[in-house]
């Protein structure tokens, strides 16, 4: 009987031993996975960073451009306005001048 009690101790330590390597198995196997898990849900996240500022840089870019384009139209038109400013300012001074000529030639006449 005591033989057999021995056999059983024994019997049941190497089970703890196995069963320790396997937990400790399964603790390792979890750990590993943890870490691709986090490694892979790390490139996501650098990946899905670089897709944002990708088209935050385009969307910045697309704007600057039409900002640019308005600007240009705007000086245009600014240019055209002054263009046409400065003709009737000069056909204003031929205007006068020739009034003043006119005038006189006619004092003079007289």
Not at 23 to 49: F, H, L, P, S, Y
Request: a positive charge; proline letters at 0%; glycine letters at 4%.
């Amino acid at each position: 009987m005591i033989k057999k009690i021995k056999e059983v101790e024994e019997k049941a330590e190497n089970l703890r031993g196995e069963v320790k390597i396997k937990a400790q198995a399964i603790v390792d196997d979890a750990k590993k996975k943890t870490k691709e898990i986090i490694n892979k849900a790390k490139e996501e996240g650098r990946v899905e960073k670089q897709s944002i500022i990708d088209k935050a840089k385009e969307e910045g870019e697309r704007k600057a451009q039409l900002i640019k384009r308005e600007n240009e139209n705007e000086r245009e038109e600014l240019r055209k306005k002054g263009l046409s400013n400065l003709d009737k300012a000069v056909s204003f001074i031929v205007e006068r001048l020739l009034k003043t000529e006119t005038s006189k030639e006619k004092g003079l006449r007289n």
